[in-house]
C-alpha cells in the first residue's frame, strides 16, 4: 500500500510541473489552528549504558485509561520503538502552567525499585509531537565563529543520582515536572501554524498542597501561577523512595519562531564536529584514490609489457620457454574445491550488494529520512528479499560455469544459507531480549512475519533466479583446461595465503573505517545518521578498492603458478570484514559504557552478522572483478 502511494507521489510530482511542493507519504506538513487538540505521544525508554529499550509505561507513569498504540512499520518494531498515547492535553498556541498530570499517593517497593534501576543505568524518556521526537536544548561552543550555537540532545532522563547537601549518601531523584516548549511557524496570511520544534527541560521537584488533596482542583504550593511561583531547579528535588509521594505536573509553552517547517529538523541533525568529518573523509578519500591510482598504473604497464612480449614469443621462431603467468593457462580455469559452497556465498553477496546499492539511491533521494521513523530498516529488508532473484541468478550461473549438476541443492543453500546464520543470531538474541522483558523483543506476528518473507517471497525468487541462471549457457573459457593438474611450485613465505588474504583485507577496511565510526555512533549511541552522500562516495571507493587489491595479489599469485585462485579471490576483499569485527571490539571498550551481560552480547551479536554480511559483501565485489581480469588477460594472450 505505502510503496503504491510513493510512486503514485513521485509520478505525480514529475507530471505535474506547476506544483510547488511534493512531500513524502506519512511526512507531510500538519497545520493546526488556535486551540486545536495535538496528539503528544510517548514512546520507548533508551538508554547508551544499557541498550534495551523499554516500554514508556513500563515504569509507572501517568497512565491513560486505555493505553492504544500507534501503526508501526516493520524496522519501528525491530528497533523497539512502542508508541502509545498519553495524558499530556496540549492545545495550539495556549500556553499552560503547573497542570497536575497525576499523582502517585505512595510508590510502592517495586515501583521504588523500577525508577531507581532506570536512573542508574541512565535511560532517558522518548516522546513525540506531530512526529518529531522531544529533545533537551543544549548550547554549544562554536570554535571557528567563536559563538554559541543550539543543538538538541534526544529524550530526557528519567531522574538523577546526587548527594544532598551535608550528606554523603547518594540518592535517586526523580524528573516529575516538564517544560514544554513548543516553537511554531505561523502562515501570514491564515491563522494556521506549524508545529517546527519540540523542546523539554526537565525539573525534579517535591510538590507541596494545601491539604487535603482535592482531586478535582488541587493547589500547588510549589507551583502556582495565580501566586506568580513557578518550578525551579532551586526547590527541593522527588526523592525515589518507597512510600513517598509523587506528583506529575507540567508547563506548555508556544514561541514563535522564523524556522520553516521543510528545515525543522535541521536542528536535530547539526553535527558540531563536522569541519573534523570532512577533513576525515576527504583524507580518506585521497589517500585510497592515490593508492588506487597508483596500483591501476603498475597494473596497466606490467600487463600491457607481459602480453606484448607473450605474443611477440608465440610469433617469433625461436619461441622460448613460458613463464609467469601464462605458464598455467591450462589450469587457470579449473573448478574450486566446493564450488557449490563458492557459488554460495557469491550469490549472497550479490543480494547484500544490490539491497545496499538500492537502499543508498532511495536514500539519497530522502525517502529514508529520519522524519520516516524506521523507513531505513524496512527498505533495507524489503530489498534483500527483493533481491533474491538476483542471488539465485548469480549464483547459477557461476555454478553452471564450474560445470556443476546439483544445481538445486546450490540454489537451496543459497536460499539459506546467510539469512539462516543472521535469523539463528537474531532469534538467539531475541530469547535472551524477552528475558529482560525489554520492548526490543521481537513479537510473535513479527517474527513469523519475517519467517513469511524468507520463505514465501526471497526462497522462492532465488528459485526463480537459479533457474533462468542455470537455462542460460555457461560463458566459455578463454582457455582449455588440462586433463592433468599442474604441480604447483613452492610458494615465498609472503604468498601464504592466510597472509596474503590478510594483507589484502587492509585497504578496503581503510576505506570505510572513517565512516563506520560515524554509523556506530548513530547505531549506538542513539544519533541520527543522514550523510548518505558520504555513504555513497566511500562505498564507490571500497568498490574500486576491493576490485584493485584482489586484482593486483592474484596477478602476483598467477605469476608465482599458484592457480587455485577463486577461493582467494574471494578471501582477499572479504577479510576486511575480520578489521571490522576488530575495530567494532576496539569501539565497544574506547566508546561505549556497557557493563550488563545481555546488551554486551547484543551488541557482539549484531556486529557478528553486520561482519558476515561485510565479509559476503566485499568478498564478492573481489571475486568478480578478480574473475573479469582472469578471463580479460587470458583471452588477450595467443595460446596454442
Given at each position: 500500500m505505502?510503496r503504491?502511494?510513493?510512486?503514485s507521489?513521485?509520478?505525480?510530482?514529475?507530471l505535474?510541473?506547476n506544483?510547488?511542493?511534493?512531500y513524502l507519504p506519512g511526512?507531510?506538513?500538519?497545520d493546526?489552528?488556535?486551540?486545536?487538540l495535538?496528539?503528544?505521544?510517548?514512546?520507548?525508554?533508551?538508554s547508551?549504558?544499557?541498550?534495551?529499550?523499554?516500554?514508556?509505561y513500563?515504569?509507572p507513569?501517568?497512565?491513560p485509561?486505555?493505553?492504544v498504540?500507534s501503526?508501526e512499520?516493520?524496522?519501528?518494531?525491530?528497533?523497539?520503538?512502542?508508541?502509545e498515547?498519553?495524558?499530556?492535553?496540549i492545545?495550539?498556541r495556549?500556553?499552560e502552567q503547573?497542570k497536575?498530570?497525576c499523582r502517585i499517593?505512595a510508590?510502592?517497593?517495586?515501583?521504588a525499585?523500577?525508577?531507581r534501576a532506570?536512573v542508574?543505568d541512565?535511560y532517558?524518556v522518548?516522546?513525540?509531537?506531530?512526529n518529531l521526537?522531544?529533545?533537551?536544548v543544549?548550547m554549544r561552543k562554536?570554535?571557528s565563529?567563536?559563538?554559541?550555537?543550539?543543538t538538541?540532545e534526544?529524550?530526557?532522563?528519567v531522574?538523577f543520582?546526587a548527594?544532598?547537601e551535608?550528606q554523603t549518601?547518594?540518592k535517586?531523584?526523580?524528573?516529575?515536572?516538564?517544560?514544554f516548549?513548543?516553537l511554531?511557524?505561523k502562515?501570514?496570511q491564515?491563522?494556521l501554524a506549524?508545529?517546527?520544534?519540540f523542546e523539554?527541560?526537565p525539573?525534579?521537584?517535591?510538590?507541596?498542597y494545601e491539604?487535603p488533596?482535592d482531586?478535582n482542583?488541587?493547589?500547588l504550593?510549589?507551583c502556582?501561577p495565580?501566586?506568580m511561583?513557578?518550578?525551579?531547579?532551586?526547590l527541593?528535588p522527588?526523592?525515589v523512595a518507597e512510600?513517598?509521594?509523587?506528583?506529575f505536573?507540567y508547563?506548555v509553552?508556544?514561541?514563535a519562531?522564523?524556522i520553516r517547517?521543510?528545515?525543522r529538523?535541521d536542528t536535530?541533525?547539526m553535527?558540531?564536529?563536522d569541519q573534523?568529518?570532512?577533513?576525515s573523509?576527504i583524507?580518506?578519500?585521497m589517500i585510497?584514490?592515490?593508492?588506487s591510482?597508483?596500483v591501476?598504473?603498475i597494473?596497466?604497464?606490467t600487463?600491457?609489457?607481459?602480453i606484448?612480449?607473450?605474443n611477440q614469443?608465440e610469433?617469433?621462431?625461436?619461441?622460448?620457454?613460458?613463464?609467469g603467468w601464462k605458464?598455467?593457462?591450462?589450469?587457470?580455469f579449473?573448478?574450486?574445491?566446493?564450488?557449490?559452497?563458492?557459488?554460495?556465498?557469491?550469490?549472497?553477496?550479490?543480494q547484500?550488494?544490490?539491497m545496499?546499492v538500492v537502499t543508498m539511491?532511495?536514500?539519497?533521494?530522502g525517502?529514508?529520512?529520519p522524519a520516516?521513523?524506521?523507513g531505513?530498516?524496512?527498505?533495507?529488508l524489503m530489498?534483500f528479499?527483493?533481491?533474491?532473484?538476483f542471488?539465485?541468478?548469480f549464483?547459477a550461473?557461476?555454478?553452471?560455469?564450474?560445470?556443476?549438476?546439483e544445481?538445486?541443492?546450490?540454489?537451496?543453500?543459497?536460499?539459506?544459507l546467510?539469512?539462516?546464520?543472521c535469523?539463528v543470531?537474531?532469534?538467539?538474541l531475541?530469547l535472551?531480549?524477552?528475558?529482560q522483558k525489554?520492548?526490543?523483543?521481537v513479537?510473535?506476528?513479527?517474527?513469523f512475519?519475517?519467517?513469511?518473507?524468507?520463505?514465501?517471497?526471497s526462497?522462492p525468487?532465488?528459485?526463480v533466479g537459479?533457474y533462468f541462471?542455470y537455462?542460460?549457457?555457461?560463458p566459455?573459457?578463454?582457455?582449455?583446461?588440462?586433463?592433468?593438474p599442474?604441480?604447483i611450485?613452492e610458494?615465498?613465505?609472503y604468498m601464504?595465503?592466510?597472509?596474503?588474504c590478510?594483507v589484502g583485507?587492509?585497504?578496503?577496511?581503510?576505506a570505510v573505517?572513517?565512516?563506520?565510526?560515524f554509523?556506530?555512533?548513530?547505531?549506538?549511541?542513539?544519533?541520527?545518521y543522514?550523510?548518505?552522500?558520504?555513504?555513497?562516495?566511500?562505498f564507490v571507493?571500497l568498490?574500486?578498492?576491493?576490485?584493485?587489491?584482489?586484482?593486483?595479489?592474484?596477478?602476483?599469485?598467477?605469476?608465482?603458478?599458484d592457480?587455485?585462485?577463486?577461493?582467494?579471490?574471494?578471501?582477499?576483499?572479504g577479510s576486511s570484514?575480520l578489521?571490522l569485527?576488530?575495530?567494532?571490539a576496539?569501539?565497544?571498550?574506547s566508546?561505549l559504557?556497557?557493563?550488563?551481560t545481555v546488551?554486551m552480547?547484543?551488541?557482539f551479536?549484531y556486529?557478528l552478522?553486520?561482519?558476515i554480511a561485510?565479509f559476503?559483501?566485499t568478498g564478492?565485489?573481489?571475486?568478480?572483478a578478480?574473475?573479469i581480469?582472469?578471463?580479460k588477460?587470458?583471452?588477450?594472450?595467443k595460446i596454442?
Open positions: 505505502s503504491g502511494y510513493t510512486a507521489m513521485l509520478l505525480l510530482a514529475l505535474v510541473q506544483a510547488a511542493a511534493f511526512v507531510a506538513p500538519m493546526f489552528r488556535k486551540k486545536d495535538i496528539g503528544l505521544k510517548v514512546n520507548k525508554l533508551s547508551i549504558k544499557n541498550q534495551l529499550p523499554y516500554e514508556y513500563s515504569l507513569y501517568c497512565r485509561e486505555k493505553i498504540q501503526a512499520n516493520l524496522g519501528e518494531v525491530l528497533r523497539g520503538d512502542r508508541i498515547n498519553s495524558l499530556y492535553q492545545q495550539m495556549v500556553d503547573c497536575i498530570l499517593e510508590l510502592t517497593t517495586a515501583q525499585k523500577a525508577f532506570k542508574d541512565d532517558r522518548n516522546m513525540i509531537l506531530d521526537p522531544v529533545a533537551m543544549k562554536d570554535e565563529a567563536n559563538t554559541l550555537v543550539k538538541y534526544r529524550g530526557f532522563p531522574g543520582k548527594s544532598l551535608g549518601e547518594v535517586f531523584f526523580l524528573h516529575n515536572h516538564l517544560r516548549t513548543i511554531y511557524h502562515d501570514a491564515t491563522d506549524r508545529i517546527v520544534g523539554v527541560e525539573f525534579s521537584v517535591k510538590h507541596e491539604a488533596w482531586k482542583s488541587p493547589v504550593n510549589t502556582n495565580g501566586r511561583i513557578y518550578v525551579t531547579h532551586n527541593p522527588q526523592p512510600g513517598t509521594e509523587v506528583i505536573s508547563d509553552k508556544f514561541v519562531s522564523d517547517w521543510a528545515s529538523w536535530y541533525l553535527m558540531m564536529d573534523i568529518h570532512w577533513f573523509v583524507n580518506s578519500v585510497v584514490l592515490f593508492l591510482g597508483m591501476a598504473m597494473m596497466m604497464r600487463l600491457h609489457r607481459d606484448t612480449k607473450y614469443l610469433s617469433g621462431e625461436d619461441a622460448q620457454e613460458e613463464t605458464l598455467v593457462h591450462g589450469d587457470v579449473r573448478p574450486p574445491t566446493n564450488a557449490s559452497m563458492l557459488s554460495t556465498i557469491v550469490g549472497s553477496g550479490v547484500i550488494f544490490g545496499t539511491i532511495f536514500a539519497l533521494l525517502f529514508l529520512s520516516n521513523r524506521g531505513l530498516m524496512t527498505a533495507m530489498m528479499v527483493f533481491m533474491g532473484l542471488a539465485g541468478y549464483s550461473r557461476l555454478y553452471k560455469s564450474f560445470r556443476g549438476e544445481w538445486k541443492k546450490t540454489t537451496l543453500r543459497t536460499a539459506l546467510f539469512p539462516g546464520s535469523f543470531i537474531f532469534f538467539a531475541n535472551l531480549i524477552w528475558g525489554s520492548s526490543g523483543a513479537p510473535f506476528g513479527t517474527l512475519a519475517l519467517c513469511f518473507l524468507w520463505f514465501g517471497i526462497v525468487l532465488v528459485f537459479s541462471g537455462k542460460k549457457t555457461a566459455e573459457d578463454p582457455v582449455r583446461t588440462n586433463k592433468i599442474r604441480q611450485p610458494q615465498p613465505w601464504n595465503p592466510v597472509f596474503s590478510l583485507g587492509v585497504l578496503p577496511f581503510g573505517f572513517i565512516e563506520l565510526f554509523i556506530l555512533t548513530s547505531m549506538w549511541l542513539h544519533q541520527f543522514y550523510l548518505f552522500g558520504f555513504l555513497a562516495l566511500v571507493i568498490i574500486i578498492t576491493c576490485a584493485e587489491i584482489t586484482i593486483v595479489l592474484c596477478y602476483f599469485q598467477l605469476c608465482s603458478e592457480y587455485h585462485w577463486w577461493w582467494r579471490a574471494y578471501f582477499t576483499s570484514a578489521y569485527f576488530a575495530y567494532s576496539f569501539y565497544f571498550y566508546k559504557d556497557i557493563t550488563k546488551p552480547l547484543m551488541y551479536g556486529m552478522m553486520a561482519s561485510f559476503a559483501l564478492t565485489m573481489g571475486f568478480y578478480c574473475l581480469f582472469v578471463r588477460i587470458y583471452s588477450a594472450v596454442d
